[in-house]
Nanobody, 122 residues
Framework: QVQLVESGGGSVQAGGSLSVSCAAS????????MGWYRQAPGQQRELVAR???????KYADSVKGRFTISRDNAKNTVYLQMNSLKPEDTAVYYC????????????????WGRGTQVTVSS
């Protein structure tokens, strides 16, 4: 099995910064894309940012210029630095990863972390 464990997050006032990280472990052969998604109460889960194994990134328009995603392939870890936070960034942030396991070497499976709360007060 594969586990994704998020850490970081918390509460901050508007304009502040937070960072979250997510480490993948378990029966991993390799990891394709890793990303951060968020879900606010009553809303659908949405992409925040994702990064390929080669370092190419994609951001939601709402976070461009404020958030930075990065990853350490050797540690199977993805990071999200969040600056200039706004109240509308408040959500549960989930880590997602497309993983090739030792038993599904040619078929990537999507795994999710349990989420970490980010709260931005005005």
């Amino acid at each position: 099995q594969v586990q994704l464990v998020e850490s970081g997050g918390g509460s901050v006032q508007a304009g502040g910064s937070l960072s979250v990280s997510c480490a993948a472990s378990g029966n991993i052969f390799s990891i394709n894309d890793m990303g951060w998604y968020r879900q606010a109460p009553g809303q659908q889960r949405e992409l925040v940012a994702r990064i390929t194994s080669g370092g190419m990134t994609k951001y939601a328009d709402s976070v461009k210029g404020r958030f930075t995603i990065s990853r350490d392939n050797a540690k199977n870890t993805v990071y999200l630095q969040m600056n200039s936070l706004k109240p509308e960034d408040t959500a549960v942030y989930y880590c997602g990863a497309d993983v090739f396991t030792m038993t599904t070497v040619t078929i990537p499976l999507r795994y999710w972390g349990r989420g970490t709360q980010v709260t931005v007060s005005s």
